[in-house]
């Protein structure tokens, strides 16, 4: 089994963890159908178009008071987070029994590069991450 995440939000969440630093990050992510995607990426073709790519993430702190009296994520919108993004500054390079789970967890620790995060399945298992150089449709608001 693959995960699939896009280079530019992988980006976006190795800068948010250390922003974050010495703090965790803990942000909710949501995915894509491959074959909405657009890009160079020469495996994009070879990629099933029904297969998930993680594209999105949601901002941790949205709807944080309701969450914080009621217990009731209003942030993310039900059922739209497939994965999750953690950060350990101090380690370990894994899914720890403190942390929020979901299908697929993607875990980064120090010195905060691609190099440095990994993907887990719920169980704590690893599995292969593959990053690729591909856009989400442009989402607009009418």
Excluded: C
């Amino acid at each position: 089994m693959a995960v699939f995440v896009t280079q530019g939000l992988l980006d976006v969440l190795i800068e948010f963890a250390a922003d974050r630093e010495p703090g965790e990050a803990n942000v909710p992510l949501a995915a894509t159908p491959a074959g909405d995607l657009a890009g160079d990426d020469d495996r994009l073709p070879d990629i099933d178009d029904d297969t998930p790519v993680i594209t999105h993430f949601y901002l941790p702190e949205a709807g944080g008071s309701v969450s914080s009296v009621f217990g009731v994520d209003l942030g993310t919108p039900s059922g739209s987070a497939q994965a999750r993004f953690i950060s350990h500054p101090t380690g370990p390079l894994g899914v720890s029994k403190e942390d929020d789970l979901a299908g697929v967890v993607l875990v980064a620790t120090p010195p905060w590069d691609a190099d440095t995060v990994a993907a887990f399945d719920r169980s704590g298992a690893t599995v292969e991450l593959v990053t690729l150089d591909a856009e989400p449709p442009v989402e607009r608001i009418e």
